[in-house]
């Protein structure tokens, strides 16, 4: 039996010994890399966050509006807001309407 013999016995601790330093390395392995694709992840959300404070002009041929601010959502220089006009009625049933549809009729 393996547990009445001692060389056994020593040849089975040196094997998981062994097991213990080979899985030791390949997790470090599998730290380093994951370590590497981090930093490279960082570098180009660093370098994103670079060129979209450049008024999102990354390129140096390429020069930014006249004064330096970019055009907001809704076509205005500048981040001025239109104002919204009321239009006709849109899909569905938004609103009170004002009359009949049939009045005329």
Do not use: C
Request: proline share 4%; no cysteine; glycine share 14%.
């Amino acid at each position: 039996m393996v547990k009445d013999d001692p060389t056994k016995l020593r040849k089975a601790l040196k094997r998981r010994e062994q097991q213990k330093k080979k899985s030791a390395k390949t997790w470090g392995k599998i730290l380093k890399q994951e370590q590497i694709q981090k930093d490279e992840k960082q570098k180009t959300r660093t370098e994103n966050l670079k060129n979209r404070s450049n008024n999102g002009y990354p390129i140096p041929g390429k020069e930014p509006k006249e004064d330096g601010k970019r055009k907001a959502a809704g076509g205005a220089v500048g981040g001025e807001k239109k104002a919204k006009t009321k239009t006709g009625g849109g899909a569905g049933f938004e609103g009170k309407k004002a009359d009949f549809l049939n009045k005329g009729h």
